[in-house]
T-cell receptor
Framework: DAGVIQSPRHEVTEMGQEVTLRCKPI?????LFWYRQTMMRGLELLIY????????DSGMPEDRFSAKMPNASFSTLKIQPSEPRDSAVYFC????????????FGPGTRLTVL | GENVEQHPSTLSVQEGDSAVIKCTYS??????FPWYKQELGKGPQLIID?????GEKKDQRIAVTLNKTAKHFSLHITETQPEDSAVYFC??????????????FGKGTLLTVNP
């Protein structure tokens, strides 16, 4: 199994630009989570989906952030427009609901907004 | 909402010694407590978890204890090895199994095992 796949691994962009982060969960998993990790705030849950449906987006910082899951094998997290304070490592994780509590994390995308 | 406090933020031990990391949580309804290990440049990985119906769980050199009354839980690593060096996160959630749930993580502990 390839595990959770995220792309790109690194992204450097300028303030005001649109950023799209991508995630492919483990095949067969039915829950998907987006996290943000910073030194100051640690690991924060942004949004999670069950069966492609957003369940809780209370962690999304503001309207500049949006997430979609058009099918069971793909999700995106978009920031538009990006700001320097969005610089962080963004992780995607997936889980097989009903079988295990374990969340499997991807390698993350390191985002730098200049 | 749930709040998880983790201590210490950094911990340095000699190879072979034990390491203990402690966490407290605020929501008495929380009933699932996993521990994740994050190596440099990688995503967190589950190493052990415990549910509120047990007080202790052990897996080789790793053990976790839970005190529901005091709302705290701890990770114990015995006979530490250099490859144990990583950031460790505790987490808590209200529900487990098939129902909807989300994890609230502690701020992490950077463990360094010196050879």
């Amino acid at each position: 199994d390839a595990g959770v796949i995220q792309s790109p691994r690194h992204e450097v962009t300028e303030m005001g630009q649109e950023v799209t982060l991508r995630c492919k969960p483990i095949s067969g998993h039915n829950s998907l989570f987006w996290y943000r990790q910073t030194m100051m705030r640690g690991l924060e849950l942004l949004i999670y989906f069950n069966n492609n449906v957003p369940i809780d987006d209370s962690g999304m910082p503001e309207d500049r952030f949006s997430a979609k899951m058009p099918n069971a094998s793909f999700s995106t997290l978009k920031i538009q427009p990006s700001e320097p304070r969005d610089s962080a490592v963004y992780f995607c994780a997936s889980r097989l609901r009903g079988q295990s509590n374990e969340q499997f994390f991807g390698p993350g995308t390191r985002l730098t907004v200049l | 909402g749930e709040n998880v406090e983790q201590h210490p933020s950094t911990l340095s031990v000699q190879e072979g010694d034990s390491a203990v990391i402690k966490c407290t949580y605020s929501d008495s309804a929380s009933n699932y407590f996993p521990w994740y290990k994050q190596e440099l440049g990688k995503g967190p990985q589950l190493i052990i978890d415990i549910r509120s119906n047990v007080g202790e769980k052990k897996d080789q050199r790793i053990a976790v204890t839970l005190n529901k009354t005091a709302k705290h839980f701890s990770l114990h690593i015995t006979e530490t090895q250099p490859e144990d060096s990583a950031v460790y996160f505790c987490a808590a959630s209200k529900a487990s199994g098939g129902s909807n749930y989300k994890l609230t993580f502690g701020k992490g502990t950077l463990l360094t095992v010196n050879p």
